[in-house]
């Protein structure tokens, strides 16, 4: 592990204050444990977390797209 000492929930906590709950900063945090979570052995956790990091990013991807649309039609 990397960052010994460092808490990762401060981290989530942080980003989600700052970027809100569907940004890809946060999606990245949800990686990240899903990272730390499997080299932990917790491979359940793990997956949890990777299917909330998917599901940001197809999120962020929707968004993009939608922004994308209408700035074309202006």
Known sequence: IRYIGANPYQAL???T???GENSIEVGAVYN???TL???LGDEDQAEQYYQKALSIADKVRWE???????TDVY
Request: hydrophobic share 20%.
């Open 32 to 34: 990240n444990l899903g």
């Open 37 to 39: 979570s499997t080299e």
């Open 17 to 19: 204050d700052e970027y």
């Open 64 to 70: 993009r797209s939608i922004e994308a649309h209408v």
């Open 13 to 15: 906590k942080k980003h």
